[in-house]
C-alpha cells in the first residue's frame, strides 16, 4: 500500500493508494499510534467517502434567517390563529417585509437528523421552504430546502412569543446539497411536503415558488440592508404549504420535503 | 451544480457534484466572496485533485536522520577521501551504527523538487538508499526513496565537518510515496540510480538492500535507544552506489532513483 | 532586556523585563523579523496593558438575546406606539415572558465603540438594561451594562417587525466588565442614563433592577427552557427608562448607561 | 469581581480585577463549566503569574546547533579522549568551522529540569556554554545560558559517533532568559560552572566567552550560510570548562552554569 502526500496551496493531503484519506492531517498521526492501529485507521479513511454522512449545508459562521407572512396562504393561517390577525394581514401588502432570526448555523439539522417540538407547545408544524443562499455581497447563489418547524399555539398566544415558537433546539433543518443557480431559476420550483405516521401519509401536498407574494431579492434586500454577513447567510423565504388545524407534529413523525430537485427528510426526535 | 458538506468525526468535507473541494474549509470560505469569484474558486477546486503535485511524504514533525558506513562500498568511498580513513573502517565493524542528523522534515525536497550543492563545496554526490519509517513505537513500518546530497570535499576535509556536508538547504529529497509494509519486504530491493545531464545519462548504477552490513531494525534500534520520536522519524539507510570520484553532481543534472517499485526524480538547481 | 517564556497547561506566555508580552504567540515570531523590528515588537508590546482597549465583555461563541415588557413602564411605552397595544399588556401579565434574539456575539459594540440607527428609521432610541450572563448550565454569574438600541418607528408599525426593530449592524453594546456576582446582588441596583448632544445633556433618567416585574431567574429559565448555550449566554432584561417621545437617537449623541457600579458610554455614529 | 476584555491586534485577554487570565481564551471557556467551577478557574489563573514556571526559552520551530573546539582547552580534552587528536587540532586552525546539530526546540530542558546521561555511555560531562541567539536574518540579537551535555566516551570511541555523543533525550538545556543585546555585549562574559554532589560541590571552574577562538558572527555566518532559519536559531558556542578526566556526571549531580548575568540550573534525571 502507498501513501503519497499531495500539497495545493499549502494543504497537504495524505493519500492511500490514490484515495484521499481527508480526516489524516498529517503523517505524524499515522506514525504516533502503532502499526495496527495504523493500518486500522487507513482503511477506515479509504473506505470513507461513502461512510461520511451529508450534513446540513452550513457552518458555524452563518446565521440562518427566515421571512413570514410571504404566501397568501401563510397570511391566511396566521390569521385563524391569532386574535391579532390584522399584523399578518399588514405585512402582506406592506412595502417592508417580515424577517426574524431563526437560528445559528451550527444548531441547524441536516438529512435524516432530528428535528424537534417543544415540550411546552401542544400545536406544532414543520414549514417547508425554498432557503436561499445569500453571500457577503448580498447575491443570491443558490438554495436549499428549509424546514422551518414552529410551535402555532406558541405563536398564536401572542406575536410576540414568535422567537419562541420559531428558535428552539431542533428547530431548524437545511439540505441535502446547496443547488448553486441564477435567482431566475428559483422563480418557479415545485416545494412538496410529505408527513409519515406509523408507516402511513398523513399528510401531502404541493405548492410552488411562483406563488412567493416577493421576489427572493426583495427579502435579501431587506435582510442585508442594515446588516453585513461577512460569511453569508441562509434565508428561509416563508411557505403556504401547511397541515390542517387538527393537524400537529409528534414524535416518531417522517418530514419530506421537496425543492426543486432536491428532497430533506428528518424524522420528529424527543 | 449542488454543494454537499460530508462531515467524519468532526471534519467537514465540501463537495460540488460529487467532487471533493479539499481546500475549502468552510461555506463561509465560499460566501464571503462574489458570485464569480465563488464560481471560479469551486471549478479550480474540482478541477484539483490532477493539478495537486505529489510532495515528499514528510511532515514537520518529523526529523529526517541518515546512517553510514553500512555497506563495504561507502566504506571504501570514505577511506579514499579522508586522511582518517581508519575511522570509517572502524565504524562498519564496530557494534555502535553511525547515524546522524540529516534536516527536518519541512526541509525535504519532493518528486521533482530541485536538490542543490553547497557553493562553498567542490565534489558533490547524490547518494540512493532506502529510507525507512519509523514510528513512534520503534516499529518500522514502510519505506521511502531517499536521496542524501552530500559534499564528499567537506566531508573529506575532516570527519567533524559531516554536518555540514550533509546538512543544508536542498541537501535531502524523499518520496514519491512511503510504500507501507513489514521490513521483510525491505531485505532485497534493487536500488538504482541514474544521473542524466544535458540529454545523456553520465551515471548509472544498481545495488541491493540484500548488501546491507547491518539490518534496518538493527539501525532502527541505534537511533530511537535515547531518543524518543512522538511523531515518527524518517531514517535513510546509506548507500555503497557513488559514481567515481571524477564525478561531481552539477547544477541542471537530474538524479533518478529507484528503491523497490518506487522512483524519485529531482534535478539540481542554483 | 530579559526575555523570559513562562509555561502553564501548555500555554507559553513570553516576557520582556518581566512584563507579559500577550500577543507574542513564540519566539519564532520574534526572531523572523529584523533586529530593529523585534525591538520595536518587543517595546510595543511592553508598553500594551495600557493601549489595549477594553472590548465588549462576549465573545464570538455568544449569543445575545433581550426580554421585552419586563417593566411597568416599557408596557406603557409600547402601547403608546403601536396599534395593538393589548398584544404588549397581555405580555406583561402572562405566565410566559417574552425573549428575543439581538444579534451574536461579534456584533456586539463595546466600551466608546459606535451604536448606529438604522437608516431606514425615524424614531429611535437606546434602552439601558441590567444584562445578565447565564452559562452552559442555566446558571446566572454575573450582569453587565446592555444598551438595546431599538428603531421605536419600525417596531411601531407592526410587531412582526420586531426583529428589524432590534437586530441591525450597531444595534447592541455591553460592557464595561461583567460583575461576577449571586443573582441576589442584582435584585436592586440603580440603572441610571444620559444623553449628551452637543456637550449638554438632553436625557437623563434612573431606575432600578426592584421595578423588574420578572426575576432574572425566571427570564433565564424561559430563554434556556428549550435550547442549550453550550459556551453560555447574555440575556438584556428590559428597560422602563425611555426618553420623551418627541426624542429621537441622534449621530453624534452618547449614550451613557450605568448598572451597579459599572458604567457603559456609546457615541451614535453614521 | 470585574471580568474585563482588552483587544489588541485581534488578540483578546481577559482580565479579572485587572490581573490577566492569560490561560483564558474566551468567555465560552468560563460559561460552559458551572458557577463553582468558573470562580475556582478565574482564581487560579489570577494566582498564576507567579506560578507559571520559567521554561527554556525556545520554541518547536528553532533548532539548537553547537559548534565545537572554539576554545583551546576544548581541543586538548578532545586529543585526550580520540585516537584521531589531529582532527581536532585541525578544525582549531582551519578556516571553516565545526558546528553540529543539538536537537530540535521542543527537546530542550528549561531552568530546574532535568538533564540526562545516555544510559550506554560511561564517561558523560555537562558543557557550559554562551548560546546566542540568531534571527532569520542571521543577526545575532541576544544570548542565554547552554549546557551541552554529552557523552564523552562515545565520542571518543570514533568522532563518526558524535551524533549520538551530543544529541538524545535531555542532552541539552537553556535558560533562564535570553538577554537582548548587542554581540559586542558577548564579547568578555563570565562563564561559570558548579556541580554539586550530595550537599558539597564536586567541581566549580571559571572562563570567560574572551577566550573564544571564533567570533560569535563568525560562527553564525558559518551555521547560516548555506541554510536559511525562517524562525531563527540558537547556536551553542562550545566550552573549555571541562572537569578532570576522572569525573563523569551522575544521576542526582545539579549542574549550575553561569554566563554574563544568566544563571541556569539543571538536576541530572534517571
Same mark, same amino acid.
Given at each position: ?16 493508494? %490514490?484515495? @484521499?484519506? @481527508? +480526516?489524516?492531517? @498529517? ?29 446540513a449545508?452550513v457552518?458555524d459562521?452563518q446565521e440562518v434567517w427566515a421571512a413570514g407572512v410571504t404566501?397568501?396562504?401563510s ?22 417585509a417580515e424577517v426574524f432570526f431563526k437560528g445559528n448555523g451550527w444548531r441547524v439539522r441536516?438529512?435524516? =437528523?432530528?428535528i424537534r417540538?417543544r ?6 408544524v414543520p414549514e417547508p421552504e425554498l432557503a436561499i443562499v445569500i453571500?457577503?455581497? %448580498? =447575491?443570491?447563489? %443558490?438554495?436549499t430546502v428549509g424546514n422551518d418547524v414552529s410551535s402555532?399555539?406558541i405563536e ?5 412569543y414568535l422567537p419562541q415558537a420559531k428558535v428552539y433546539d431542533g428547530s431548524a433543518a437545511l439540505g ?10 428559483? +422563480? ?21 415558488? @411562483? ?8 427579502l435579501a434586500?431587506c435582510l442585508?440592508?442594515?446588516m453585513?454577513f461577512?460569511?453569508g447567510v441562509i434565508l428561509m423565504t416563508g411557505t ?5 388545524? =387538527?393537524?400537529?407534529?409528534? =414524535? ?7 425543492? %426543486? ?10
Amino acid at each position: 500500500m502507498k501513501l503519497t502526500c499531495h500539497e495545493s496551496n499549502s494543504i497537504r493531503i495524505w493519500a492511500a493508494d %490514490g484515495k @484521499s484519506l @481527508s +480526516r489524516v492531517r @498529517s503523517l505524524g498521526e499515522l506514525l504516533a499510534v502503532d502499526h495496527t492501529a495504523m493500518h486500522e485507521q487507513i482503511e477506515r479513511e479509504m473506505a470513507k467517502p461513502t461512510e461520511a454522512p451529508v450534513v446540513a449545508p452550513v457552518d458555524d459562521g452563518q446565521e440562518v434567517w427566515a421571512a413570514g407572512v410571504t404566501y397568501l396562504r401563510s397570511r391566511e393561517a396566521r390569521m385563524e390563529e391569532s386574535d391579532t390577525a390584522d399584523i399578518y394581514d399588514k405585512v402582506y401588502d406592506a412595502e417592508r417585509a417580515e424577517v426574524f432570526f431563526k437560528g445559528n448555523g451550527w444548531r441547524v439539522r441536516g438529512p435524516g =437528523q432530528g428535528i424537534r417540538v417543544r415540550r411546552d407547545s401542544g400545536w406544532d408544524v414543520p414549514e417547508p421552504e425554498l432557503a436561499i443562499v445569500i453571500n457577503a455581497h %448580498g =447575491q443570491i447563489v %443558490g438554495y436549499t430546502v428549509g424546514n422551518d418547524v414552529s410551535s402555532r399555539s406558541i405563536e398564536g398566544e401572542n406575536p410576540l412569543y414568535l422567537p419562541q415558537a420559531k428558535v428552539y433546539d431542533g428547530s431548524a433543518a437545511l439540505g441535502p446539497a446547496i443547488e448553486l443557480c441564477d435567482v431566475d431559476a428559483m +422563480r418557479s420550483l415545485p416545494i412538496t411536503m410529505r408527513i409519515e405516521r406509523d408507516g402511513s401519509t398523513v399528510f401531502e401536498g404541493e405548492t410552488n415558488t @411562483s406563488e412567493l407574494k416577493r421576489t427572493p431579492e426583495e427579502l435579501a434586500e431587506c435582510l442585508t440592508r442594515e446588516m453585513p454577513f461577512p460569511q453569508g447567510v441562509i434565508l428561509m423565504t416563508g411557505t403556504c404549504l401547511v397541515p390542517d388545524e =387538527q393537524f400537529t407534529l409528534t =414524535q416518531g413523525d417522517v418530514v419530506t420535503i421537496g425543492v %426543486g430537485s432536491l428532497e430533506l427528510s428528518n424524522p420528529v426526535v424527543p
